[in-house]
T-cell receptor, first 116, second 114 residues
Framework: AQTVTQSQPEMSVQEAETVTLSCTYD???????LFWYKQPPSRQMILVIRQEAYKQQNATENRFSVNFQKAAKSFSLKISDSQLGDAAMYFCAYRSAPGANSKLTFGKGITLSVRP | ETGVTQTPRHLVMGMTNKKSLKCEQHLGHNAMYWYKQSAKKPLELMFV???????ENNSVPSRFSPECPNSSHLFLHLHTLQPEDSALYLCASSQGRVLTDTQYFGPGTRLTVL
């Protein structure tokens, strides 16, 4: 079974600085998808970024980028120029390739605070 | 506003009550999902519907009964719940490939079972 581990329960960053959130996963599959979701206090879950395992290039969305290390099974999220609105809980998620037993597995999440 | 709405936002019910959670998506998506989010636990996928057909049931107890009358509406019927069922229940929708394409989440229903 796939597992997703976010070992840091909390992190803090100074406004305008850069922060990296860690995520590791365990799988025996070669084709899969990885996601980072953001959950602000409003409780809605917002997709931040997505990475397909077959792509070697790291995904980037504006101030958000990932460091995808397939061999190490690591998928960290880097937030550049942190803003107060980035304060939220962040979840890393794994999805295996579509199929009968394909599931979406989430990590426990990390709470990010941004200091003004 | 994300285009996915959920009602009610808060619900308190006794163990013998019957209630329903409602989710509606205004995005023209074909897939809808129910998730359970408990304190200090990973988000858990409960049910998946694709074009109104249930495609996944992740070993959810029968006291939770989903219903998807059309691609825009999803219900979660609750009966004889337990206190450990207290959690935030999130609905989501997506277009295209189920559970692979971007999912858009609603604000959730905070459920408390007394």
């Amino acid at each position: 079974a796939q597992t997703v581990t976010q070992s840091q329960p909390e992190m803090s960053v100074q406004e305008a600085e850069t922060v990296t959130l860690s995520c590791t996963y365990d799988t025996s599959e070669s084709d899969y998808y990885l996601f980072w979701y953001k959950q602000p206090p409003s409780r809605q879950m917002i997709l931040v970024i997505r990475q397909e395992a077959y792509k070697q290039q790291n995904a980037t969305e504006n101030r958000f980028s990932v460091n995808f290390q397939k061999a190490a099974k690591s998928f960290s999220l880097k937030i550049s120029d942190s803003q107060l609105g980035d304060a939220a809980m962040y979840f890393c998620a794994y999805r295996s390739a579509p199929g009968a037993n394909s599931k979406l597995t989430f990590g426990k999440g990390i709470t990010l605070s941004v200091r003004p | 506003e994300t285009g996915v709405t959920q009602t009610p936002r808060h619900l308190v019910m006794g163990m013998t009550n019957k209630k329903s959670l409602k989710c509606e998506q205004h995005l023209g998506h074909n897939a809808m999902y129910w998730y359970k989010q408990s304190a200090k636990k990973p988000l858990e996928l409960m049910f998946v519907y694709n074009f109104k057909e249930q495609t996944e049931n992740n070993s959810v107890p029968s006291r939770f009964s989903p219903e998807c009358p059309n691609s825009s509406h999803l219900f979660l019927h609750l009966h004889t719940l337990q206190p450990e069922d207290s959690a935030l229940y999130l609905c989501a929708s997506s277009q295209g490939r189920v559970l692979t394409d971007t999912q858009y989440f609603g604000p959730g229903t905070r459920l408390t079972v007394l």
